[in-house]
């Protein structure tokens, strides 16, 4: 049954998208590896599902296939999420301030041994 216009096929199809993007962005929760949330899967599942959402929201804009946005949106997003690592990280410490740690999640020490804080940042 297709409605003049099609209407049903436009319904389908956001249908199909809403669900890949809930899925996707779920998916992002699923992984918490060493270093907490700042390590190559995590960002690379979190660029994968911004990816299939504007991907998706892309293509039907455009007029184009949505499903095959999603696709392309969520390759492009988690090779740049697997591709990007920031140059400095920080986490909180139980008094809320942040120190600054290395890619595995480490602390990293100042040549006197400490801890390097920075105490104007919110992290």
């Given at each position: 049954?297709?409605?003049?216009?099609?209407?049903?096929?436009?319904?389908?199809?956001?249908?199909?998208?809403?669900?890949?993007?809930?899925?996707?962005?779920?998916c992002t929760g699923c992984v918490a590896g060493p270093g907490g949330s700042n390590n190559a899967a995590n960002r690379t599942i979190t660029g994968a599902a911004i990816g299939a959402a504007l991907g998706g929201l892309t293509g039907s804009a455009v007029g184009s296939n949505a499903l095959g946005g999603v696709v392309v949106g969520a390759v492009a997003g988690g090779a740049l999420g697997a591709a990007v690592n920031p140059n400095q990280v920080f986490r909180r410490d139980t008094r809320g301030y942040c120190y600054m740690v290395d890619a595995q999640g480490r602390p990293m020490y100042d040549e006197q041994g400490q801890v390097i804080y920075d105490y104007s940042r919110r992290c």
């Open positions: 049954m297709r409605l003049s216009g099609g209407g049903l096929e436009k319904d389908a199809t956001m249908k199909i998208l809403v669900m890949t993007s809930a899925i996707a962005l779920a």
